[in-house]
């Protein structure tokens, strides 16, 4: 067997057995673009906006965030976040010949579909699949009432040393208590969810939301100062079991769900 095709099917083979033994849960494809400048910045605009997110709507997917970085702007590394929800995990495997056969998509999408080779949509695109925790099934829409550009959500991915420490990560935040810790101090979290498929693993990704950013700043240090947190973190139990963090403060676009 051709190793792309291995690597394919070993890869679809995992998904689908994870699949079988979990069948609790949403999935999550968190699609990560990366850009150079305003004129790929365009076209994946008008990608998302015109082209897939009314197509995924035809589908019934309700729940599609889009969301860009507060640094996009001084970086050069450019990035665009697309969160989708999905029900079962073949659902994810059959997404993209599926959208081909919408001849509204095709057509309200041509400009990125049909890119040349020197002029492309985007510099790279990366996919991570995730799987809810056991505590948060469901994503959950953000209860905010600010603007677009006042509301900042927060990505996190935790990474551990080993998978046996990772899962003492996952323990902590579900019969640890972390999550409950959260919902009580108002972080409106969007998912919690453990990455089955991507390249940082083993790591967990969550994302939380908040009106502004005097309200973030406010939470992480209610959060900081909480009793429960200093007892759970000063806990024997969860020692050292995570050895990198990665934080994404972003803005939700004009067009996302969200």
Same mark, same amino acid.
């Given at each position: 067997?051709?190793?792309?095709?291995?690597?394919?099917? !070993?890869?679809? #083979?995992? $998904?689908?057995?994870?699949?079988?033994?979990? %069948?609790?849960?949403?999935?999550?494809?968190?699609?990560? *673009?990366?850009?150079?400048?305003?004129?790929?910045?365009?076209?994946?605009?008008?990608?998302?906006?015109?082209?897939?997110?009314?197509?995924?709507?035809?589908?019934?997917?309700?729940?599609?965030?889009?969301?860009?970085?507060?640094?996009?702007?001084?970086?050069?590394?450019?990035?665009?976040?697309?969160?989708?929800?999905?029900?079962?995990?073949?659902?994810?495997?059959?997404?993209?010949?599926?959208?081909?056969?919408?001849?509204?998509?095709?057509?309200?999408?041509?400009?990125?579909?049909?890119?040349?080779?020197?002029?492309?949509?985007?510099?790279?695109?990366?996919?991570?699949? !995730?799987?809810? #925790?056991? $505590?948060?099934?469901?994503?959950?829409?953000? %209860?905010?009432?600010?603007?677009?550009?006042?509301?900042? *959500?927060?990505?996190?991915?935790?990474?551990?040393?080993?998978?046996?420490?990772?899962?003492?990560?996952?323990?902590?935040?579900?019969?640890?208590?972390?999550?409950?810790?959260?919902?009580?101090?108002?972080?409106?979290?969007?998912?919690?969810?453990?990455?089955?498929?991507?390249?940082?693993?083993?790591?967990?990704?969550?994302?939380?939301?908040?009106?502004?950013?005097?309200?973030?700043?406010?939470?992480?240090?209610?959060?900081?100062?909480?009793?429960?947190?200093?007892?759970?973190?000063?806990?024997?139990?969860?020692?050292?079991?995570?050895?990198?963090?990665?934080?994404?403060?972003?803005?939700?676009?004009?067009?996302?769900?969200?």
């Amino acid at each position: 067997m051709h190793r792309t095709a291995l690597s394919v099917f !070993l890869c679809t #083979f995992f $998904l689908f057995g994870f699949a079988e033994k979990k %069948q609790h849960g949403e999935f999550y494809r968190l699609t990560v *673009y990366h850009f150079k400048d305003g004129s790929q910045e365009k076209v994946l605009d008008n990608y998302l906006q015109s082209a897939l997110l009314p197509a995924l709507h035809r589908r019934g997917f309700e729940k599609i965030g889009v969301f860009k970085p507060l640094a996009n702007d001084t970086a050069a590394d450019k990035l665009v976040y697309v969160l989708i929800a999905f029900k079962a995990v073949q659902q994810i495997a059959e997404l993209p010949g599926q959208l081909l056969t919408d001849n509204g998509y095709v057509t309200a999408g041509k400009e990125y579909i049909d890119a040349v080779y020197k002029a492309p949509s985007y510099n790279r695109m990366e996919n991570i699949i !995730l799987h809810a #925790f056991r $505590l948060a099934l469901q994503m959950q829409m953000p %209860q905010l009432s600010s603007s677009p550009s006042e509301k900042i *959500y927060e990505l996190r991915s935790y990474e551990s040393a080993t998978e046996k420490i990772f899962q003492n990560k996952v323990t902590m935040f579900n019969e640890g208590g972390e999550i409950p810790l959260f919902k009580r101090l108002g972080f409106n979290a969007v998912f919690y969810a453990e990455v089955i498929a991507g390249s940082h693993q083993p790591n967990l990704m969550y994302m939380t939301s908040f009106e502004n950013m005097q309200q973030h700043d406010a939470h992480w240090k209610a959060f900081v100062d909480d009793p429960e947190w200093k007892k759970l973190s000063a806990d024997p139990v969860y020692q050292n079991n995570v050895s990198h963090i990665d934080i994404t403060l972003m803005h939700a676009t004009a067009y996302s769900d969200y």
